[in-house]
């Protein structure tokens, strides 16, 4: 059974601060690892990982996959408060369509 | 930016009555799916669907749940007889190439309550 397990649970931070939140996996045939925001409902595309040590960007947020040692992190630097919001990380195999989320990271930014 | 979309937003029912939950996916995307959210826990795969057919389940979709694509637009899933368990938001996801685990467009959700 494929696993995902995200930390940290939850994390508090004032603007401007940068953050890191890590997301490790268990999956049988890998292929691929994806980053959601979820604010109110709907989770919304972040990032599609697929090789390692390929460095995705979009504006202040990043995002690398280590497949070696079965992580990714999501960096998001000068944070706002419009980032607060809970980060979901999800992994996908080759085996089928679904996608294995993990728990989560609530993350709350302060002015 | 084309969107998922969800109705009803809220759906409160009795235990042991049916419900259909309704999702336009985007146009012109092939592949759909509904995930649920129980309050606290993780998002969970229910089903995927393409080509007017079931791709792939979980355990969780059992004979209770069904699917649809009852005409060109929407994608409908019923729970037949609801139980208390069934309380959860429930997402539909569409996109636009094979193997869901690409970029999945999610709708806002229907938050299902059974009393």
């Known amino acids: 059974e494929d696993k995902v397990v995200q930390s940290p649970l939850s994390l508090v931070v004032h603007e401007g601060d940068t953050v890191t939140l890590n997301c490790s996996y268990e999956?049988?045939?890998?292929?691929?690892l994806l980053w959601y925001k979820q604010e109110k409902k709907a989770p919304t595309f972040l990032f599609m990982l697929t090789s390692s040590g390929i460095e995705k960007k979009s504006g202040r947020l990043s995002s690398i996959l280590d497949k070696k040692e079965l992580f990714s992190i999501l960096n998001i630097t000068a944070t706002q408060t419009g980032d607060s919001a809970i980060y979901l990380c999800?992994?996908?195999?080759?085996?089928?369509?679904?996608?294995?989320f993990g728990g989560g990271t609530r993350l709350m930014v302060k002015p | 930016e084309p969107e998922v979309t969800q109705t009803p937003s809220h759906q409160v029912t009795q235990m042991g009555q049916e419900v259909i939950l309704r999702c336009v996916p985007i146009s012109n995307h092939l592949y759909f799916y509904w995930y649920r959210q129980i309050l606290g826990q993780k998002v969970e795969f229910l089903v995927s669907?393409?080509?007017?057919?079931?791709?792939?389940k979980s355990e969780i979709f059992d004979d209770q749940f069904s699917v649809e694509r009852p005409d060109g637009s929407n994608f409908t899933l019923k729970i037949r007889s609801t139980k208390l368990e069934d309380s959860a938001m429930y997402f539909c996801?569409?996109?636009?190439?094979?193997?869901?685990?690409?970029?999945?467009?999610f709708g806002s959700g229907t938050q299902l309550s059974v009393l």
């Open positions: 669907f393409y080509n007017n057919e079931i791709s792939e």
């Open positions: 999956v049988t045939n890998f292929r691929s």
């Open positions: 996801a569409s996109s636009e190439i094979s193997k869901g685990n690409e970029k999945l467009f």
């Open positions: 999800a992994v996908g195999n080759n085996a089928g369509n679904m996608l294995t």
